[in-house]
Nanobody, 112 residues
Framework: QVQLVESGGGFVQAGGSLRLSCAAS????????MGWYRQAPGKQRELVAS?????ITEYAEPVKGRFTISQDNNTAYLQMNSLEPEDTGVYYC????????WGQGTQVTVSS
């Protein structure tokens, strides 16, 4: 089992920045990748960014050049710059160990 605790969401004006954190505990030695997904109102959950245990990163096209995912030990970070209203949603941390674990979600609201 892996437990995830997210933090860092909030309210920000367009052009601003936020940093999300996801701290993993439990069977962390089995983590293959960590990632962030988001779900906007009325839409499906979608990948924002992910990082493998080898440090390989992947980004959704809309966030490339604005968001940066990183990992330090068992904590994943998502630095979000130049935020846009379209970035509004609930952001979920996801960990893959062979099984998938989700965090509880953190709200990000970007006003225009």
């Amino acid at each position: 089992q892996v437990q995830l605790v997210e933090s860092g969401g909030g309210f920000v004006q367009a052009g601003g920045s936020l940093r999300l954190s996801c701290a993993a505990s439990g069977r962390v030695l089995r983590i293959n990748s960590m990632g962030w997904y988001r779900q906007a109102p009325g839409k499906q959950r979608e990948l924002v960014a992910s990082i493998s245990r080898l440090g390989i990163t992947e980004y959704a096209e809309p966030v490339k050049g604005r968001f940066t995912i990183s990992q330090d030990n068992n904590t994943a970070y998502l630095q979000m710059n130049s935020l846009e209203p379209e970035d509004t949603g609930v952001y979920y941390c996801r960990v893959f160990t062979g099984a998938i674990y989700w965090g509880q979600g953190t709200q990000v609201t970007v006003s225009s």
